[in-house]
């Protein structure tokens, strides 16, 4: 229903400028053409600026000088920015659809035994078109009242409304929300995180060499302390040091010929550059700390990291170097995976996928012995018969797991898990035999202390011939019941420990 386009009705309006006041200027009627309505039965049903039999709330809204405090009310071609805006509604349906109005008119507030309400701080068009959405559940929203629209829905708790406002987020360009990211006030955080939430989906826009500097500090951390930005690590260092270079004294070139020409500065100019240069360094120190280095190659570490060694902190570059010479079938620790650095980040369109990895650490229970921990996500999604983890090493001999998901052959209800013995022909030949004491263990979620262990027999011998041993652990039916804590968020983890190893060679 189009509520703008018929004759005007008359509006009724309070509070007219000084500027309009002292010139005795009449509003033409095409400044009035906004708050039109179809017809008048339509007007009867619909909030507006003159008063029927219907209309049992009244909305005052204070003029622009009062809302610009410090103001003098003189307005410039736009008298009517200084108007006090009335506009007359009904009580019932105004507080139906929003939880705000709902508590201010019917739980006993001041407020729900007055007729008629001031509201401040809204612009008069505003707060009309959210009263139109109340009526209507249709919102207006365009760039230009973008912010007002998201700020107003919040105060009066529109999730809704808000909802209309993301959508429209999502539907700018890269171009116009570059805009509305530098323009960003920071007026509303969740405001500001939605646009870089379209930032990261294009970063590949947003971080390029060409436009990065343009990015101020805060929304660069922001962006850098995501895990789902879809570029090379390398190329996002690149962006960084453009960013540096352009926003910063330290990649500056003329720093230090400026430093040694000028002898005349004062010890005060040369004390602000100074401080100046250390809240640069801290800043980048800050920045390169979200840089996630050892997801570099070791080509791309020598040849384009390395030319800046001497802004980069010492400690990331002997982490990168330490984790790209360690050998790719180690597990990471525990630790390891608590430092956001040393893992990747994950690519947006990135297909979920069974867990494959496994994870080192200390058996509280045997600390003698040597534990991984399999962790397989998205486990009910696993439709093949038989799923493998990723190969690891532990006593210096290469192992890899089988898991039965959906149950194997000879056990079709239950869960199976297996451990192998992977020859490494540098290190075994095919006569090989490794005599091992070890037993799994599946994780109770919920209660670490209920989880169940599966012991093997002593010194099960692995060879060429026999390289899989394993066992059932737990029928479907009970690991898939959420009440017992075996699965949690669609991930079952077991436990692998070895307490015994000896490794021969025929």
């Not at 003189?74 to 105004?94: C, E, M, N």
């Not at 650095?341 to 990895?357: A, F, I, M």
């Not at 012995?369 to 996500?377: M, Y």
């Not at 035999?433 to 070890?438: A, G, I, K, M, S």
Request: with cysteine; glycine share 4%; proline share 4%.
């Amino acid at each position: 229903m189009d509520f703008l386009n018929v004759k005007p009705i008359e509006l009724e309006l309070q509070g007219l400028s000084i500027a309009t006041v002292k010139n005795n200027e009449q509003w033409d009627l095409d400044e009035f053409n906004q708050y039109k309505f179809v017809d008048e039965s339509d007007y009867e049903d619909q909030p507006s600026f003159q008063k029927n039999l219907s209309h049992d709330l009244t909305f005052l809204l204070p003029t622009l000088d009062q809302l610009q405090d410090g103001a003098d009310g003189v307005g410039v071609g736009g008298a009517d920015q200084h108007l006090r805006g009335r506009i007359y509604a009904h009580k019932s349906k105004v507080a139906l659809k929003s939880e705000y109005f709902s508590l201010l008119l019917t739980n006993g507030m001041k407020e729900s035994k007055q007729q008629e309400i001031s509201i401040p701080n809204i612009s008069v068009d505003i707060f009309f078109e959210i009263l139109m959405f109340l009526y209507t559940s249709e919102l207006s929203v365009n760039q230009e009242n973008l912010t007002s629209m998201f700020l107003v829905c919040d105060q009066f708790l529109l999730e809704d409304g808000k909802q209309i406002c993301r959508d429209f987020i999502k539907t700018l360009d890269n171009l116009i929300l570059e805009r509305f990211l530098l323009e960003d006030n920071g007026l509303c955080s969740e405001l500001t995180d939605l646009y870089i939430e379209q930032v990261c989906s294009n970063s590949s826009f947003f971080l390029n060499i060409e436009r990065v500097s343009k990015l101020g500090k805060d929304v660069l951390v922001k962006i850098l302390n995501r895990d789902d930005i879809p570029m090379k690590e390398i190329d996002i260092f690149r962006s960084t040091i453009e960013w540096i270079s352009c926003n910063t004294v330290l990649l500056s070139s003329s720093q230090h010929s400026t430093a040694t020409t000028n002898t005349t500065a004062t010890t005060n100019s040369n004390s602000n550059s100074l401080l100046i240069e250390q809240q640069d360094k801290n800043l980048v120190s800050k920045i390169f700390h979200l840089v996630r280095f050892p997801s570099i190659d070791y080509e791309d570490m020598v040849n384009v990291v390395e030319p800046y060694n001497h802004l980069i902190p010492s400690n990331l570059l002997l982490e990168s170097y330490r984790f790209l010479s360690k050998p790719k079938l180690i597990p990471m620790s525990e630790n390891d995976l608590l430092n956001p650095r040393l893992t990747p980040r994950k690519r947006t369109n990135q297909v979920l996928v069974p867990g494959c990895d496994v994870i080192s650490f200390q058996c509280p229970d045997h600390k003698k012995c040597h534990s991984v921990s399999w962790p397989i996500h998205n486990f009910s999604t696993i439709k093949s018969q038989k799923h493998v983890s990723n190969c690891f090493e532990m006593y210096g001999l290469t192992w890899k797991m089988w898991a039965y998901p959906a149950g194997e052959a000879k056990h079709s209800d239950s869960f199976s898990v297996y451990l192998e013995a992977v020859r490494v022909k540098e290190k075994e030949s095919y006569e090989f035999l490794r005599n091992t004491t070890f037993f799994f263990g599946l994780v109770n979620q919920k209660n670490k202390t209920l989880c169940r262990h599966y012991p093997s027999s002593p010194n099960v011998l692995f060879n060429y011939e026999k390289s899989v041993w394993g066992n059932g652990l737990i029928e479907l039916k009970l690991l898939y019941d959420k009440s017992l804590g075996y699965m949690d968020n669609d991930c079952v983890t077991i436990q692998l420990h070895i307490l015994e190893c000896i490794a021969l060679d025929g």
